[in-house]
């Protein structure tokens, strides 16, 4: 049923919901909220669900009846993506929030009957292709055949700034009494991200996805020389880090994290007070280099900041 790579990465649940799927359809929950680290990972799942419950034949991963066709290309007319991207009718010109005319969209096409058992799937949306990290999720846990993120949009967790102030109390009529055969689905980080009401109306499941060790080694070989940086060596490690920037593609804000990962190690291995209080100033310099990055400032002028700063040639 499940796609194999999802229900060996959360079988627990997976257990549970094929319990489920032995039962009467109707049996099914009318609301979930996902919470945990990875909005792929709960999309996915939510996706894997509509399939199943929606397919024609045997409920094989891979089926290819016309229902879990439409799914795995993202043109199933019952499964409703619902963020600031998508769900949005001509009249809506909210671009940051899901707003209340989708909330009166949604209630609207309720009154509608159908043979399908509706989908309506919250999440945050930004207009962006996913990084290098969302990637790895989408490979990870995407199931074969699945085509939804062929355009550039990238997925994020819900929560109570996602809504305009007025849209939950409109979706909570929905919420609490859809027609037969329609499940809402909240991706949230944490079910305390969303007001009351609608977790109060949900049943709740941690999708508990297991996070990549830091892998800092890169930064280790870059600073060998730490602690003891003179001028030369700071342009010398500044000019290196943004080779490796651009030589591996990945965003300027992720070497930061892995340096700021590889600082806190160097505290946790050591004893040395001289040592740790140098190690708690340079973490703060490259927190403060995070920002800079993160507000559009050039690498250049931040990577040769911050080692100046490291080597102590400036305050």
């Given at each position: ?237 500044s000019e290196n880090l943004q080779n490796y920037i651009k030589d591996s593609q990945i965003p300027s804000s992720k070497v930061l994290d892995s340096l700021l990962a590889y600082l806190s190690n160097e505290i946790k291995q050591n004893t040395d007070y001289a040592y740790l209080k140098k190690l708690n100033r340079d973490i703060n310099f490259v927190s403060e280099a995070k920002k800079q990055i993160l507000s559009s400032m050039s690498d250049r002028v931040v990577f040769d900041t911050l080692l100046l700063k490291m080597s102590g040639g400036t305050r």
């Amino acid at each position: 049923m499940i796609a194999e790579n999802l229900s060996h990465e959360f079988p627990f649940i997976t257990k549970y919901f094929y319990t489920l799927f032995e039962l009467e359809k109707n049996r099914f929950p009318q609301s979930i909220v996902f919470e945990g680290l990875d909005p792929y990972a709960q999309l996915f799942y939510s996706l894997e669900l509509a399939r199943v419950l929606n397919c024609l034949e045997d409920r094989d991963t891979d089926c290819q009846c016309l229902n879990c066709k439409w799914i795995r290309e993202g043109k199933h007319p019952a499964i409703n993506f619902v963020s600031q991207l998508h769900f949005k009718s001509s009249d809506d010109d909210s671009k940051t929030v899901i707003s209340a005319i989708q909330a009166k969209n949604i209630e609207k096409s309720l009154r509608e009957t159908s043979d399908y058992h509706r989908f309506f799937i919250f999440f945050d949306a930004k207009p962006t292709a996913p990084d290098n990290i969302s990637n790895e999720s989408i490979q990870k846990y995407s199931p074969e055949g699945y085509r939804i993120f062929e355009e550039e949009w990238s997925l994020g967790h819900i929560n109570q700034k996602t809504f305009n102030p007025t849209t939950p109390n409109i979706l909570l009529k929905s919420v609490e009494e859809p027609p037969e055969r329609t499940t809402f689905v909240f991706l949230t980080k944490n079910r305390s991200d969303l007001i009351n009401t609608i977790v109060s109306r949900s049943q709740c499941f941690k999708l508990p996805t297991r996070q990549k060790k830091e892998d800092f080694s890169f930064v280790a070989q870059i600073f060998s020389s730490y602690p003891d940086i003179n001028l030369e060596g700071a342009f010398l490690i500044s000019e290196n880090l943004q080779n490796y920037i651009k030589d591996s593609q990945i965003p300027s804000s992720k070497v930061l994290d892995s340096l700021l990962a590889y600082l806190s190690n160097e505290i946790k291995q050591n004893t040395d007070y001289a040592y740790l209080k140098k190690l708690n100033r340079d973490i703060n310099f490259v927190s403060e280099a995070k920002k800079q990055i993160l507000s559009s400032m050039s690498d250049r002028v931040v990577f040769d900041t911050l080692l100046l700063k490291m080597s102590g040639g400036t305050r």
